[in-house]
T-cell receptor
Framework: NAGVTQTPKFRVLKTGQSMTLLCAQD?????MYWYRQDPGMGLRLIHY???????AKGEVPDGYNVSRLKKQNFLLGLESAAPSQTSVYFC?????????FGPGTRLTVL | EDQVTQSPEALRLQEGESSSLNCSYT??????LFWYRQDPGKGPEFLFT???AGEEKEKERLKATLTKKESFLHITAPKPEDSATYLC?????????????FGTGTRLQVFP
């Protein structure tokens, strides 16, 4: 089992550009999450999904959109990147209880 | 407001020097507490789940304990490979799932 995988691992964007981060899990988990991690602030929830075709806002959703068209995939989109979105992004999944995390995507917006 | 606070922010230990990391929380109705280990450039790796006061879990040199207000991660005779950031998190209800509230972590360095 690969667990939770994320692509890409690194990305540099210019302000105003768009991109999509892909998260995939092979554990057949219902619940999936997108977090961002910034120095001194801990992990913060951006959006989450409780099943295929569903999405919901977390605590810091502004500037991001998500989609869950297939149970195993959860996509995070940035329509118009801003420097404030420079961060490390983590995807996680669970069937209940502990969440399992991917390796992260380091995004820099110039 | 639900909150998780970890201390110390950073801890430097000599190999073999035992110590403890603290995670204090304020949540209404604890539904579990999770400990994770995070290595630089990697995602958090699950270590333990504790559900009720008095519960203890062990894994190699690590032992996690839980009281009604805080959790401790005890590290016995640490080795350099135990160097990492240790995160704790508590779940709070959000819609049909749980939102994890994370502490900012304790960065542990173990020197030979």
């Amino acid at each position: 089992n690969a667990g939770v995988t994320q692509t890409p691992k690194f990305r540099v964007l210019k302000t105003g550009q768009s991109m999509t981060l892909l998260c995939a899990q092979d554990m057949n988990h219902e619940y999936m999450y997108w977090y961002r991690q910034d120095p001194g602030m801990g992990l913060r929830l951006i959006h989450y999904s409780v099943g295929e075709g569903t999405t919901a806002k977390g605590e810091v959703p502004d500037g991001y959109n998500v989609s869950r068209l297939k149970k195993q995939n959860f996509l995070l989109g940035l329509e118009s990147a801003a420097p404030s979105q420079t961060s490390v992004y983590f995807c996680a999944s669970t069937e209940g209880g502990e969440q399992f995390f991917g390796p992260g995507t380091r995004l820099t917006v110039l | 407001e639900d909150q998780v606070t970890q201390s110390p922010e950073a801890l430097r230990l000599q190999e073999g020097e035992s110590s403890s990391l603290n995670c204090s929380y304020t949540v209404s109705g604890l539904r579990g507490l999770f400990w994770y280990r995070q290595d630089p450039g990697k995602g958090p790796e699950f270590l333990f789940t504790l559900y009720s006061a008095g519960e203890e879990k062990e894994k190699e040199r690590l032992k996690a304990t839980l009281t009604k207000k805080e959790s401790f991660l005890h590290i016995t005779a640490p080795k350099p490979e135990d160097s990492a950031t240790y995160l704790c998190a508590v779940p709070t209800p959000r819609g049909n799932t749980d939102k994890l509230i994370f502490g900012t972590g304790t960065r542990l360095q173990v020197f030979p």
